[in-house]
């Protein structure tokens, strides 16, 4: 497959895994989720979750920070470990910091919002 193919089927493959898709039922599905756990997209993720904690440079719901604190540094560091997660887990962590509509940054989000979405991603991990 050329790399090309793979970013245009990304998002799908990224859907299926996040609903909870068993990555071993088809070779694109594994192939994928490999990609997703592998050590540098982890490690990107943990980043931008820590980078979260410290204040972006991007607006974000400072008391939805402050309240999910130790479960974004809880979060980065499962990223970093060196046990095995889930690409769902990994999906749901890294949706945390890409969905612009999410707790993270949405002025309407309920209380605790960001809080249940990173408990969330730790448990699918």
Request: overall charge positive; some cysteine; charged content about 25%.
């Amino acid at each position: 497959m050329s790399p090309f193919a793979d970013v245009l089927r990304a998002p799908r493959l990224d859907r299926a895994l996040a609903a909870g898709a068993d990555p071993a039922s088809a070779p694109i599905l594994l192939a994928r989720a490999r990609r997703l756990t592998s050590w540098r997209t982890r490690r990107g993720v943990a980043k931008a979750l820590e980078e979260v904690e410290r204040g972006p440079g991007v607006p974000v719901r400072r008391d939805q920070v402050r309240e999910a604190r130790d479960l974004l540094s809880e979060l980065a560091a499962a990223l970093r470990s060196r046990e095995r997660v889930s690409a769902r887990g990994v999906l749901l962590a890294r949706q945390i910091i890409t969905d612009g509509c999410g707790p993270l940054y949405a002025p309407n989000a309920p209380p605790s919002a960001l809080w249940w979405a990173v408990w969330e991603a730790l448990r699918a991990l």
